[in-house]
């Protein structure tokens, strides 16, 4: 079935150092593919999306690449912040039925 | 605009007694989810919802919790009697259109059973 795999977390990282969080995904034809982020003490939240293959989604300095070849789409950021600390979830849409399926989640530690 | 409103934002019971949450959802937005976050995983999607008609309760067990959705705005979710391992944060989410996986979050129920 449709799956998703998430780098475990935490991930803890110096202010300014560079992001990658690693996800990749098994799915029937080609699903949409998210980021959803959760910071401290909110709701979830849509960070990016990409309909489809090679399309770059991007949003508050975060990008991620949708790889058909490699079923990738790995979230990347130049140069975190503290403010960046969150839980970072990668997620896909089934065609079949419109529902998402959600990876584990990357705890993401940003330290000044 | 209003965001997804929750409540209460945390409950601690006991278990075998009862609890209720309840989510309104973003004015106009048709589809409305239920989803049970347990620490250190993904959301678990408990129902949906398309206006006030059921599109996916597959993963609801359905022996202790229900859900409805009056009028096709609010909803309720119950869960009686609870379990040890219902222990998790509600999420409530809504969506404009069903197909698009852009959700709307509340920021979750948290339960806790004793």
């Known amino acids: 079935g449709d799956s998703v795999t998430q780098m475990e977390g935490p991930v803890t990282l110096s202010e300014e150092a560079f992001l990658t969080i690693n996800c990749t995904y098994t799915?029937?034809?080609?699903?949409?593919l998210f980021w959803y982020v959760q910071y401290p003490g909110e709701g979830l939240q849509l960070l990016l999306k990409?309909?489809?293959a090679d399309d770059k989604g991007s949003n508050k300095g975060f990008e991620a690449t949708y790889r058909k070849e490699t079923t990738s789409f790995h979230l990347e950021k130049g140069s975190v912040q503290v403010s960046d600390s969150a839980v970072y979830f990668c997620?896909?849409?089934?065609?079949?039925?419109?529902?998402?399926?959600w990876g584990a989640g990357t705890k993401l530690i940003i330290k000044p | 605009e209003a965001g997804v409103a929750q409540s209460p934002r945390y409950k601690i019971i006991e278990k075998r007694q009862s609890v209720a949450f309840w989510c309104n959802p973003i004015?106009?937005?048709?589809?409305l989810y239920w989803y049970q976050q347990i620490l250190g995983q993904g959301p678990k999607l408990l129902i949906q919802?398309?206006?006030?008609?059921?599109?996916?309760d597959s993963q609801l067990p359905k022996d202790r919790f229900s859900a409805e959705r009056l009028k096709g705005v609010d909803s309720t979710l119950k869960i009686q009697p609870a379990k040890l391992e219902d222990s998790a944060v509600y999420l409530c989410?809504?969506?404009?259109?069903?197909?698009?996986?852009?959700?709307?979050f509340g920021e979750g129920s948290r339960l806790t059973v004793l």
């Open positions: 004015s106009g937005h048709a589809t």
């Open positions: 919802f398309q206006n006030n008609g059921v599109v996916d």
């Open positions: 990409a309909t489809k």
């Open positions: 989410a809504s969506s404009p259109q069903r197909d698009t996986g852009e959700l709307f």
């Open positions: 799915a029937t034809g080609y699903p949409s």
């Open positions: 997620a896909l849409i089934k065609r079949s039925n419109y529902q998402l399926i």
